[in-house]
């Protein structure tokens, strides 16, 4: 069973279109995150949710707009998509509890591609 | 600020070789966990190991080990024995508690490439 599930794991897309990443785990944590990992390998974090609520927004653009239904999902949505948003977007979850430090389990990442 | 450096760009081993990677961090932090993640050809992030900042003995998982001091602030990794399916991307990261939840900060990464 797929712990952290992301689609597409491929999207190619058109400058200025809007495009939506959706993610699921079934591993039971109260946190996700999403994170850009750029063409560098660079890996840096967008937003995490706890409990359906934003926590951490990394001075992303608010072209991208985290949505969380429950606490299983976690989606990503990209308004106006421009050149630099060409990356590798992964989704991560963990236990989550307050102050604590718990291992991030990553989804499979889905390669975003503006042309 | 929290910071991770991999200085190491990519290191290339033959086969059966043991080769060491580096992570050195920065933190004002007195409670932090160090973790590394390895990222395979196929692009997957893959858990590797979690160590507290209290833990400072020596891990060992089969081929795997990991070399913890806090006296140099550093998180080495190293590979005996490597084989051609340990050519990927190793990361290391360290925990950053934001307002009471945690943050990876991820070094830069570094790619081994280990031939037959």
């Known amino acids: 069973d797929t712990a952290v599930s992301q689609t597409p794991k491929y999207l190619v897309t058109q400058m200025g279109n809007d495009k939506s990443i959706k993610c699921e785990q079934n591993?039971?944590?109260?946190?996700m995150y999403w994170y850009k990992q750029d063409s560098k390998k660079f890996l840096k974090i967008m937003f995490s949710?706890?409990?359906?609520?934003?926590?951490i927004n990394e001075t992303v653009p608010n072209r991208f707009s985290p949505k969380s239904p429950d606490k299983a999902h976690l989606n990503l949505h990209i308004n106006s998509l421009e050149l630099g948003d060409s990356a590798v977007y992964f989704c991560?979850?963990?236990?989550?509890?307050?102050?604590?430090?718990?291992?991030?389990?990553f989804g499979p990442g889905t390669r975003l591609t503006v042309l | 600020a929290q910071k991770v450096t991999q200085a190491q760009t990519e290191i290339s081993v033959v086969e059966k070789e043991d080769v060491t990677l580096d992570c050195v961090y920065e933190t004002r932090d007195t409670t932090y966990y160090l973790f590394w993640y390895k990222q395979p050809p196929s692009g997957e992030l893959v858990f590797l190991i979690r160590r507290n900042s209290f833990d400072e003995q020596n891990e060992i998982s089969g081929r795997y080990s990991w070399n913890f001091q806090k006296s140099t602030s550093s998180f080495n990794f190293t590979i005996t024995a490597s084989q051609v399916v340990d050519s990927a991307v190793y990361f290391c990261?360290?925990?950053?508690?934001?307002?009471?939840?945690?943050?990876?900060?991820f070094g830069t990464g570094t790619r081994l490439l280990v031939s037959p």
């Open positions: 591993l039971g944590h109260d946190t």
């Open positions: 990261a360290l925990s950053e508690v934001n307002t009471g939840f945690q943050k990876l900060v």
């Open positions: 949710y706890n409990n359906k609520e934003l926590i």
């Open positions: 991560a979850s963990s236990q989550g509890t307050t102050f604590s430090t718990d291992t991030q389990y």
